[in-house]
């Protein structure tokens, strides 16, 4: 399976458990996210619909595609929408990273990634 299929698979998930428990995408926010704003997109539904071309153009290339094979390893099996894809991008040795990797990143954040939510007591 590829990338993009597997992130499409957990993008599914996720709206399954959205629907299930009411959560959302959106806020007054959305467009200050730091992956959003990489992806050039204004909100997370266009930054969704230009991360899962940015990940299928990523597949193509060697760097992007040693990047993507070991994303969870570098960064964690959870990606949050607040996280900063270049603060990630630095979690790669240099020889897996391009000027591209912060984009690719960004691309995994708005497809994947979950609010970030402070637990209660």
């Not at 993009?4 to 998930?13: D, I, K, R």
């Not at 900063?84 to 000027?99: G, H, M, V, Y």
């Amino acid at each position: 399976m590829g990338m993009v299929a597997f992130l499409n698979a957990w993008g599914s998930l996720k709206g399954t458990w959205e629907r299930r428990t009411g959560a959302r995408d959106g806020g007054s926010g959305e467009g200050s996210l730091k992956a959003v704003r990489a992806l050039g997109a204004q909100g997370l539904a266009d930054a969704r619909r230009r991360g899962a071309r940015a990940l299928e153009e990523a597949w193509r290339c060697t760097c992007c595609r040693s990047l993507l094979a070991h994303v969870f390893e570098r960064v964690g099996s959870t990606l949050f929408l607040d996280d900063d894809p270049d603060a990630l991008a630095r979690s790669f040795d240099d020889s897996e990273r391009d000027r591209y990797s912060a984009r690719v990143l960004a691309a995994c954040i708005v497809m994947v990634g979950r609010e970030r939510v402070a637990a209660t007591v």
